[in-house]
């Protein structure tokens, strides 16, 4: 009998969240494309423990007529993970979404209708967040877990795993296509298609294959505001200003310098006006911050050890 390969791979890396892991897998029982194509999902545990293992069996047991397939990446660290992953991936197409995330009933429906009616190399869909009632009234206010949509079809130029669907065949070309340097620096996703769109690949947005992020208690404060936005200003600086000149350089390290101290400013001048709009500015501090301390030795590993979450 000749074995039939999987069109779409959907790839779950995971950490010590069994609970949001099964909510998950749940939300993939059900997704409409079942009828249309073949999809295996794959979990990756980066716990050299095992945690996640009991609650892929479990789900297993279901007997929902779907191929999982769940290994261990004992080595800690996001792209580590995710190289795993993709080495497991069988599919034409591998599809990404976070372990504290759920999906849409129609997610990889849309995700595949996007992709083939225009012909990308990959796209990418909208993350609305949900707040734990715990959340303060400034946080809602502020809306800073809100990302941006776009009109479906639409050309993008950032990507992240989230939320994604991208030909296996870009994968292809690396030996290990997430950058293992940035083991608990973050960004590793961002980076790779960077690279990608370089080398000539199309992302395009898929409005309709919506997924909704859990934000956990963790997150719901002034430091991890901040720190995120350092650490997105040094993955930022990373990617596109080290390979500038050196009077490239000394303009951007300038022109961020002077952003830092309007941004600064804003932060008492806004304060009146309500706490959020203070932190939406001092988060433009610390971008800015992150950018200029990229050229220096220090960075910022926010998945490091206990933040590894």
């Not at 390969?5 to 939300?27: A, E, H, Q």
Request: net charge neutral; hydrophobic share 45%.
């Amino acid at each position: 009998m000749v074995e039939k390969f999987p069109i779409i791979s959907v790839c779950i890396i995971t950490y010590k969240r069994p609970v949001m892991l099964r909510i998950l897998l749940d939300s993939l029982a059900v997704q409409t494309i079942y009828s249309q194509l073949m999809v295996e999902i794959i979990v990756v545990d980066n716990d050299a423990e095992g945690t996640a293992e009991l609650i892929v069996k479990d789900f297993i047991a279901q007997d929902y007529d779907l191929t999982v397939v769940y290994e261990i990446e004992p080595v800690q660290g996001i792209p580590q993970a995710r190289n795993h992953a993709v080495r497991l991936a069988r599919g034409a197409f591998i599809a990404f979404i976070d372990d504290d995330e759920k999906a849409d009933e129609r997610w990889l429906e849309a995700l595949y209708q996007c992709i083939t009616q225009y012909q990308a190399d990959a796209v990418f869909g909208p993350v609305e967040p949900v707040l734990p009632s715990s959340c303060p009234a400034w946080l809602r206010k502020g809306k800073f877990y809100d990302r941006p949509h776009h009109k479906n079809g639409s050309v993008v130029d950032v990507g992240r795993t989230g939320n994604a669907l991208v030909e296996k065949s870009w994968f292809d070309r690396f030996e290990n296509p997430f950058d293992t340097t940035l083991r608990f620096v973050g960004g590793s996703d961002s980076d790779f298609f960077a690279r990608i769109l370089e080398a000539g690949a199309k992302l395009h947005w898929a409005e309709h294959a919506v997924v909704y992020e859990f934000v956990t208690p963790e997150r719901l404060t002034i430091k991890w505001l901040v720190m995120r936005a350092f650490r997105g200003g040094q993955g930022y600086a990373r990617r596109h200003v080290e390979k500038l000149n050196f009077v490239g350089k000394t303009i951007h390290l300038l022109y961020r310098f002077t952003l830092a101290c309007f941004a600064l400013m804003m932060v008492v001048l806004l304060f009146p006006f309500g706490f959020h709009q203070s932190i939406r500015w001092l988060r433009k501090v610390f971008s800015n911050v992150g950018q200029f301390s990229a050229f220096l030795p220090f960075r910022y590993e926010e998945y490091k050890r206990s933040n590894y979450q």
